[in-house]
């Protein structure tokens, strides 16, 4: 985290002096990025999307849980674990404008996620996300991320929140239920006694 906080302010103190448009070559190098993740995320393979992360890449995933190259891979087994050997993720990746500063560049955007589970469960959902980059030997790599979904308004939160209102919708009835049966028997009880 704190190589993206440093980057990040290096970025903001360099602009007036260092931003440059980027070339249209370099533009074309990070949409095939995104396009590498959309294919790495389709077809269950990570290995071909850790290539453009830099040996020392750190990333803050929209669990809040902080990765590195290694790593990622056990959030990314974490969610296919979950989704099912059936299931399908797809992700389309929906770039805003880059900024680039000479061999850095901060890019970002929206991610449209589609799961379908194994057993059938739909999902769909948007995170946003933000990608430092620089450029190696001519070839860009993922040097830190970050990925944020809004905390109240995803199907994830709404799930539990269904499970939730079951939960305590039922709990409530066998609270109910065990106080007014029981003074019920007892009323009777007292009726046959009297």
Excluded at 21 to 34: C, I, N, P, Y
């Amino acid at each position: 985290m704190n190589v993206l906080i440093t980057t990040l302010l290096v970025l903001i103190l360099a602009a007036p002096v260092a931003a440059a448009d980027g070339s249209e070559e370099d533009k074309q190098a990070l949409r095939a990025m995104a396009r590498l993740f959309e294919q790495a995320v389709g077809q269950r393979d990570l290995k071909r999307f850790q290539t453009v992360l830099a040996p020392e890449f750190t990333g803050t995933l929209v669990t809040d849980e902080v990765v590195n190259r290694e790593s990622i891979a056990g959030f990314w087994n974490w969610v296919w674990g979950l989704i099912g050997g059936k299931g399908r993720w797809e992700v389309k990746i929906e770039p805003d404008d880059t900024l680039f500063f000479g061999d850095l560049a901060v890019a970002r955007g929206l991610a449209n996620d589609h799961i379908v589970t194994a057993s059938g469960r739909d999902y769909r959902f948007k995170w946003h996300w933000t990608l430092v980059l620089q450029k190696r030997e001519g070839q860009w790599k993922a040097i830190a991320g970050h990925g944020s979904m809004d905390p109240l308004d995803n199907p994830f939160i709404k799930l539990e929140q269904t499970w939730l209102k079951l939960l305590f919708g039922v709990g409530g009835l066998l609270v109910g239920l065990i106080p007014g049966v029981g003074g019920t028997l007892l009323l009777r009880r007292r009726a046959r006694a009297t």
